[in-house]
């Protein structure tokens, strides 16, 4: 058996891997990378790439229509043609992927090793190869890799007509009546994509309200807006029996047959494989390692954990700064702990779903105030009459703390207001922007408006968003 030595073996060529990889070859240490492959990435193979494709397409479809049935187009265009519009999705969903694979390939060059890598002592990793067995000692470990969907057991019994975000891209044919089981950012997402391309979707999730939001008031336009597209059932858990043609999707005194199910439960970290037993690491109740987020520190080991593999900010940018983290105190003695960025969170639905900032439920009562706005003539003009926005502001020291967003384009609002909580603005500093007409940011200067309105100890007696040239 070959046992090789290294300064920082990284196991998962992921998102996180290949960040962390970066900042190990930056510090010029001795490197080895393991990954059971394919490469490519969850994001750009069966992530956010293929779903944001999926949506695009879907939303391409949807404008047709809308043109079809005000009469701007009078001929009827064809039925879709699903198995071309599923191969369009498939095109470019390979052409990220391939360059991701390309990409880690690079990086990584002779250092890559393709196969499972599991624990057999805190410094010690062995990893079966289609060649057989080697065993890699190392100074530091990062582990990254990566989560998979949940699947009930109970799902077993329905599973031909199941789909995972691991299948569902490689469909050749949509179904006609999809159950979507979740509906958090997956679930909204692809239902959504493929209620837009005709399906007949039904969806449900044990929560009461959809895609995670926490801010009631945006919880129920969502509700209301999405409803329109597909059938939402919420609040109950979502069972399943199989039926002689499909499935039945039942929750609460619902139920509908379908004929295939997405699965959107959420997702696992990939921990079941690494033996992390033999480590000695520190776990909490779910068996994810204790780690410190600011260092991506194991508990005081020289052992690194980044990516959705910590389940903490299961995002793809936050796994890009986790790497790198991970990898720069990977490879020095001392740990540095790092800054956190504001959270940001995007569901791509058109009309977005965006959170930024402090959460709903993280502001205390008495301690905030809302600034609120609804859909202007920019929204109304891209077929979006019932966008909200609402901001949390300091009500003592007039600050922005937050926001949740609903409107087309939001994405771009949600870095925005990103950027003005990292700087610390209040509500009358975002008020001196520029705000262009007719612009969807125009929500914005009326939401702040809204909250200057409620913070006189802010207002200077001149109009709102002016100043006295010094
Ligand atoms: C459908 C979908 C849509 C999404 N959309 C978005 C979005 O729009 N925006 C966003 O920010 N996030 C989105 N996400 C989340 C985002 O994709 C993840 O947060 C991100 O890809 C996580 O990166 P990672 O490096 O942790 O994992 P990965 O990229 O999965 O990397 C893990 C690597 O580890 C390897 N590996 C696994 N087990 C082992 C082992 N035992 N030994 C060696 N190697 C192993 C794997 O082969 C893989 O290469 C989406 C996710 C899904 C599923
Ligand atoms: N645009 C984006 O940023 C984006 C898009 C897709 C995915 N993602 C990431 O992928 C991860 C996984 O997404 P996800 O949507 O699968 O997970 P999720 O955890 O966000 O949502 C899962 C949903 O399933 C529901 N659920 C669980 N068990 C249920 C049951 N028995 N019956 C009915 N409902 C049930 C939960 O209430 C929850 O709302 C997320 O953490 C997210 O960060 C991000």
């Not at 991701?100 to 499972?116: D, N, P, V």
Request: aromatic share 4%; with cysteine.
């Amino acid at each position: 058996m070959q046992t090789k030595s290294t300064d920082v073996l990284i196991i998962g060529a992921g998102t996180a891997g290949l960040y962390a990889l970066r900042e190990v070859k930056r510090a010029k240490k001795d490197y080895l990378v393991v990954d059971t492959g394919p490469l490519g990435t969850t994001c750009a193979r069966v992530g956010c790439m293929p779903s944001k494709v999926l949506l695009q397409v879907a939303q391409e479809n949807q404008a047709l229509q809308q043109l079809v049935q005000e009469q701007v187009i009078t001929a009827k265009p064809q039925a879709i043609n699903d198995q071309a519009a599923l191969k369009t999705v498939r095109q470019l969903r390979d052409r990220f992927a391939t360059g991701a694979a390309q990409g880690a390939q690079r990086a990584a060059g002779e250092h890559l090793i393709i196969g499972k890598a599991s624990f057999l002592s805190p410094n010690r990793v062995q990893v079966m190869t289609a060649e057989g067995q080697q065993v890699i000692e190392a100074h530091s470990i990062i582990l990254a890799t990566g989560s998979s969907p949940v699947v009930p057991s109970f799902l077993s019994a329905v599973a031909d007509r199941m789909l995972t975000t691991d299948a569902v891209f490689e469909l050749e044919h949509l179904p006609k009546r999809l159950g979507v089981m979740g509906l958090g950012a997956i679930g909204l997402e692809l239902g959504l994509a493929l209620a837009r391309l005709g399906v007949q979707v039904t969806a449900a999730d044990m929560a009461d309200q959809l895609g995670g939001i926490q801010d009631p008031t945006i919880a129920q336009a969502a509700q209301k807006i999405f409803s329109n597209e597909m059938d939402i059932w919420l609040g109950h858990p979502a069972e399943v029996e199989r039926t002689e043609h499909g499935v039945l999707l039942k929750a609460g005194n619902q139920a509908v047959e379908v004929d295939q199910l997405l699965v959107a439960l959420g997702r696992k970290p990939n921990l079941a494989e690494l033996a992390l037993e033999k480590a000695g690491l520190p776990v909490d109740e779910k068996g994810v390692p204790l780690f410190d987020p600011h260092t991506m520190q194991i508990g005081d080991t020289r052992i690194f954990i980044a990516g959705d593999l910590n389940a903490d900010r299961t995002l793809m940018h936050e796994a890009c700064d986790e790497g790198a983290i991970a990898g720069y105190n990977a490879s020095r003695t001392a740990v540095t702990a790092f800054e956190r960025k504001v959270p940001l969170a995007i569901a791509f639905t058109q009309p977005d779903i965006v959170s930024v900032g402090a959460s709903f439920h993280s502001l205390t009562a008495g301690n905030y105030l809302v600034g609120e706005a609804k859909a202007n003539g920019r929204a109304i003009i891209k077929h979006d009459e019932q966008s909200l926005i609402r901001l949390y502001a300091d009500s003592h020291s007039g600050k922005l703390l937050g926001a949740s967003l609903l409107g087309v384009d939001t994405e771009h609002l949600g870095h925005f207001l990103a950027l003005a909580i990292m700087q610390q603005m209040t509500v009358a500093d975002l008020l001196q922007a520029p705000y262009y007409h007719p612009v969807v940011e125009e929500q914005l200067q009326a939401a702040l408006q809204d909250l200057l309105k409620q913070l006189p100890q802010l207002q200077t007696g001149l109009p709102f968003g002016l100043t006295q040239k010094s």
